[in-house]
């Protein structure tokens, strides 16, 4: 992961990333917080919610698509980290364990997709 990480901060550019999977939640936010890794050209986000992590080091990210359903750490994750978003997508994003549109209501100006 450490290596995949210093190949994309060499990706000044980068606007959109995509990354379905992941072996570990854990190994994804540690090696961001040890690189202190942000990615501020990022805008689109097509994640693992393994890999949720990616939100809270993409401070422009306004897209975020989830490829599987998401976990309690994915959903708390959006709620504090996703005050830019605009639009989340994905396998049960809205009501992943009966919150009935909490995260909607959390982040003003969501559109469900």
Not at 29 to 54: E, G, Y
Not at 56 to 79: G, H, K, Y
Not at 83 to 96: E, F, Q, S, T
Request: hydrophobic content about 40%.
């Amino acid at each position: 992961m450490s290596k995949f990480i210093d190949c994309l901060l060499q990706l000044s550019n980068l606007r959109t990333l995509e990354i379905l999977g992941a072996s570990s939640g854990v190994l994804v936010s540690t090696t961001l917080k040890q690189k202190r890794a942000t990615f501020p050209s990022i805008r689109t986000l097509r994640i693992a919610p393994v890999c949720h992590h990616f939100i809270e080091s993409c401070p422009n990210v306004e897209d975020v698509t989830f490829t599987a359903r998401l976990n309690m750490d994915a959903s708390a994750t959006i709620q504090s980290h996703g005050i830019g978003l605009k639009r989340i997508a994905g396998v049960d994003v809205y009501n992943p364990w009966g919150l009935d549109g909490e995260l909607v209501n959390k982040s003003s100006g969501l559109t469900k997709s």
